[in-house]
Every structure is written in C-alpha cells, then in structure tokens.
C-alpha cells in the first residue's frame, strides 16, 4: 500500500472512530477495496464495516466455559449421590438396631414375667 492509501486509510479510519464513539461502539474497522476484490467480497457481505456475528475463538471460548460448567455440575451431583447413597445405608443401619434392640426388650420382658410352677 502506498503512503498516501495508508494515510488516506488512517484519516478515514480515524473519522469512522468518532462517529462509532458517537453511536456507542467500541470500534467499527474499515478494510481496503482493490479493483479485483469486488467478486471475491461479494459473497461476505462487501468488504465494508465488519459484519456482526461470532468468531472461531468466541465459539470455542464458549464451548469451553459450557464443558467447564457441566464438570462442576456432574462433581456435584457425584458427591450428592454419594452422601445420599451413604446417608440410606446409616439409616438402614440404624433402623437395623431399633429392630435389634426393640426385640431384646421384648424378650427380657417376656423372660421375667415367666414364672416356673413346681408342683
């Protein structure tokens, strides 16, 4: 490019940044036509002001932080299961134990209500 393009280019470069600071973008970016281009640009939407949508980076930044998120999410659903695997059993243990200790009552009392008869 020659200096007077590249000058031209930063002028209007700079005119473009002031008026997407006046409407709230951050930066609006022009790019340089040549004669050959005009085919080439065609199907992208021309060679103007940059077209809104997502890049490779954003997607795979995006994919990341979603598998990110779902491996904290399954590491807590693991520790819930197993707290909740680990809290059954205790409880079957513990109701085990009533049943165990419930009937011992019931025979110590049955054992001193028996009185033997010698006839």
Known sequence: MSRELRRSKNEIQARIDGIAAA???SRIY???S???DASRSAGRGGGGARRGGITLLE???SIGITVTLMAM???FYNSTLKDRTESLKASS???????VVAQMEEEIRQASSFTPYYG
Do not use: E, K, N
């Open 30 to 32: 022009i790019s340089a």
């Open 73 to 75: 999410l399954f590491g």
């Open 93 to 99: 243990r513990i109701q085990l134990a009533r049943a």
């Open 34 to 36: 040549r004669p050959g």
């Open 23 to 25: 409407v709230g973008r």
């Open 59 to 61: 997607v795979i930044l």
